[in-house]
């Protein structure tokens, strides 16, 4: 049926799908994506400042033995910049790993969903959102990230809950080393799976966006229609420049010195310049536009010389305002010195034949 969306989406259909925000998108991407990347950079950070506290630490009890202000303003910043330099890699994740995140999944900016609509507050088009194929999909996505992250939480723990049972028996740094290396051990599993479902929800996303700005038959002929015009208007257009364009050539040819023709089907108009090179197409045409030429040569007391051959090579070789080609220098110098012995004996208008 042609009413069905059955066709592939046009650039333009994806450009306004993008400003209304049908887009392909997943939020948990980035949330997950920042906890997998905690989860790595968070062990260095926690190490950096265990060495930057000890530091401080053992210079403290200088400080005490020879308390001296300058000392202790010293060891203050000295401080301060290990403590910030233990936490720029968590800052830096906090401000890459969400812009890394949105880039992945592509950054469209929806303008169109900063205008007001009422739709958007519209409570019977929440129900229906509520009860649709989406929020049951959100749903079963819910209740799958549930199972998995509980199966994830399990296997990263299982070892630790019989040591913390016989904890009594361990030292206290050994103890919470342990609860830390499992506790950053979850977050990087949960980080990973997190990642994997956020990018299977992606997929989902997209998949279901690619249906939706599907489109019928006639929408991509309209689409075509209106991006590259109608032919009918195409075709007005193209003979309005067209006639613009003879009208320009018709008022240049004044300034011809000859005019060549074949002898009525094929007429090319030549002016020479030396200031400006080679002689030059200032018009041609066949047919009636080379009736029009030879009509305007006569009332403009041009002269027009029959060279059927030279005529036919200039028509197809030259374009208006070109040079002639250096293949026929020869020939048009010809013509042009005979042109130049009749006007020296009088009138050159009307007609005329080379001499072999």
């Known amino acids: 049926m042609s009413g069905e969306k059955t066709e592939q989406p046009t650039a333009q259909k994806k450009k306004k799908a993008r400003k209304d925000g049908t887009v392909a ?43 001296e202000p300058a000392l202790a303003l010293r060891l203050l910043g000295d401080g301060l910049m290990d403590g910030a330099m233990a936490l720029l890699p968590l800052a830096a994740l906090a401000v890459f790993v969400p812009i890394a995140a949105g880039a992945a999944q592509g950054m469209h900016p929806a303008t169109k969903l900063l205008k007001p609509q009422f739709k958007r507050v519209n409570p019977f088009s929440g129900l229906k959102r509520m009860f649709g194929p ?23 723990l299982k070892d630790l809950i019989p040591l913390l049972m016989a904890s009594g028996s361990l030292p206290l740094g050994s103890l919470l080393a342990t609860v830390a290396d499992s506790l950053m051990e979850l977050m990087r599993w949960a980080g990973a799976t997190g990642v994997a479902l956020a990018a299977g929800d992606y997929a989902m996303a997209r998949r279901r966006t690619g249906k939706q700005i ?14 590259e015009g109608d032919p009918h208007v195409k075709g007005h257009r193209r003979a309005i420049q067209q006639e613009m364009s003879r009208n320009r050539m018709m008022a240049e040819l004044p300034q011809a010195d000859v005019v060549l023709v074949n002898p009525t089907h094929v007429a090319v108009a030549i002016r020479y310049d030396p200031a400006k090179g080679a002689p030059r197409v200032i018009a041609k045409g066949a047919g009636a536009v080379a009736a029009k030429i030879r009509e305007a040569a006569a009332e403009h007391r041009i002269p027009m010389v029959q060279d059927v051959p030279l005529a036919r090579a200039l028509h197809k070789a030259c374009d208006i305002g070109q040079e002639i080609p250096p293949e026929m220098y020869g020939a048009v110098a010809k013509v042009l010195a005979f042109i130049m012995t009749l006007k020296s004996k009088g009138s050159a208008a009307g007609l005329h034949r080379v001499a072999a």
Do not use: C
């Not at 989406?134 to 990263?156: D, F, N, P, R």
């Open 25 to 67: 998108r997943t939020p948990d991407f980035g949330a997950w994506a920042m906890i997998l990347a905690a989860g790595l950079v968070l062990p260095i950070t926690m190490r950096k400042a265990t060495e930057a506290g000890r530091g401080i630490m053992n210079e403290v009890g200088h400080i005490i033995e020879n308390p």
């Open 134 to 156: 989406q929020s049951l999909w959100e749903a079963t996505k819910a209740l799958l990230k549930t199972i998995v992250l509980a199966i994830v939480a399990y296997l990263s």
């Open 214 to 227: 599907r489109m019928t038959k006639q929408e991509v002929k309209e689409e075509y229609k209106r991006s």
